[in-house]
């Protein structure tokens, strides 16, 4: 028997642990701001953690995400091969750390979009097709101002770069080519909604500031809509 054949069974859910970590949660409650599951879009993701205005706390919380994604996928590729852990592994540990993003166990399996976990992820598969990805964003992002298009966009192109690029700046596999489809699909379900105001014309544009119908928040704070404060008023 193989003396590393029960270390893939140790890895993958470690994987899922680690993608469990909620930054969005964990950045909030160190620097004394609300909790994102309780205002905006309820997404715990650095998007909405900017919500608050706190830029550094979304800066923090995108940097968490992404360096979760990073850090497991990077460590079976780079000391994989000394412990028999092979493209299957690599596969699993890519998927693993990205669902534990989109269903953390430490909220419930109710996370984030998971952009950022998996551009980490593709960030340790291999940097050349990261930076591809993230190129295509900000092309995208500059073109038409949709910041959910553009992860779109660049979702699909990952998969399509991973193919084009085998032989010239890395060697793909087909276990790494699968996960990394399995990424692109479930990033459009958890975009569902952004692709409805999408199509509906209804997204907002990246600079543009959204009419809050309900609550704003600023500061990290729940601030009541003019409706709620004339009713106070009656």
Same mark, same amino acid.
């Not at 993230?134 to 995208?140: D, E, M, P, R, V």
């Given at each position: 028997m193989n003396e590393y054949a029960l270390l893939?069974?140790?890895v993958v859910p470690l994987a899922y642990l680690i993608g469990s970590l909620p930054f969005a949660v964990i950045v909030s409650k160190i620097m004394g701001l609300q909790d994102p599951r309780q205002y905006g879009s309820g997404n715990?993701?650095?998007t909405n953690v900017l919500r608050t205005g706190n830029k550094a706390a979304a800066a923090l919380t995108l940097l968490g995400d992404a360096a979760k994604g990073w850090l497991p996928v990077w460590a079976v590729r780079h000391w994989g091969p000394e412990y028999d852990l092979g493209a299957s592994v690599l596969a699993f540990t890519a998927?693993?750390?990205f669902l534990g993003h989109l269903?953390?166990?430490f909220l419930g399996f109710k996370g984030g979009k998971g952009v950022a976990t998996a551009l980490g992820v593709l960030l340790g598969l291999t940097p050349w097709l990261a930076l591809l990805v993230?190129?295509?964003? *900000? #092309?995208?992002a500059l073109i038409w101002r949709y910041s959910s298009l553009?992860?779109?966009i660049a979702a699909l192109?990952?998969?399509l770069y991973y193919i084009l690029g085998s032989g010239l700046a890395w060697r793909a596999s087909m276990e790494v080519g699968t996960a990394i489809v399995a990424m692109t699909l479930l990033l459009f379900v958890r975009h569902r909604a952004n692709i409805e105001r999408? *199509? #509906?014309g209804k997204e907002s544009r990246i600079g543009q500031k959204k009419e809050h119908g309900g609550n704003a928040t600023i500061s990290g704070k729940i601030r009541p809509n003019a409706a709620a404060r004339k009713e106070r008023k009656r």
């Open positions: 893939p069974w140790i715990p993701g650095a998927i693993a750390v269903f953390p166990l993230i190129l295509t964003w *900000l #092309a995208s553009a992860a779109l192109a990952a998969p999408l *199509l #509906a």
